[in-house]
């Protein structure tokens, strides 16, 4: 199943993304500091996008393709329009990297698929809970797995992928809730 830029501005949609298609919605993990300014918000660099990707391949089921255009338009907005939730990706992105260099002499994407589950695995990120403030592995698991995992569901492709045919955020879903109102 192929992900598209229509996917991701569905998963943005729903995550409450200011701006996205006209959407306006607050965020639902509350929102950054209202005098921070575009100009101190954080850039995804070419490198943090790749260990996205990478780790989105580990997670995502294998049938999902363009994997790497759909996390670029997913998670660049997320980075750019909530300047703190940014900071905290980046910071659990070089956490991912230092645990890989530790232990792999490599950076998280430069493993092969094997050794990247196997490290998430180490850092025991599949039994953290997620929390932003966390130790490592709980703000790993919060601010990359959760959101990635997040991002694929809430989109229609992912949503399918799950038997969810019509995910909250899709028109079809709110036609239907709104005829169940009735």
């Given amino acids: 199943m192929r992900l598209t830029r229509r996917d991701a501005l569905a998963a943005l949609s729903a995550v409450g993304a200011a701006g996205v298609a006209g959407c306006s919605a607050p965020d639902t993990e509350g929102s950054d500091d209202p005098t921070t300014s575009e100009r101190d918000a954080p850039e995804l660099a070419d490198d943090d996008r790749e260990t996205l990707v990478a780790l989105a391949d580990v997670l995502y089921p294998s049938e999902v393709e363009n994997v790497a255009e759909f996390v670029d338009a997913y998670v660049r907005p997320r980075v750019s329009g909530r300047p703190a939730h940014g900071r905290g990706l980046l ?53 990359l797995v959760n959101d990635l995992l997040f991002g694929l569901y809430a989109s229609p492709t992912g949503a399918s992928l799950a038997g969810l045919e019509n995910p909250r955020a899709t028109p079809a879903a709110l036609r239907a809730t709104n005829r169940a109102r009735r």
Avoid: F
């Fill in 91 to 143: 910071d659990a992105i070089e956490t991912l990297n230092e645990y890989a260099q530790t232990l792999e002499g490599e950076r998280y994407a430069a493993l092969d698929a094997a050794e990247r589950e196997e490290l998430l695995t180490y850092m025991a990120v599949d039994t953290a809970d997620p929390d932003p403030h966390g130790d490592d592995d709980e703000r790993v698991r919060y601010y």
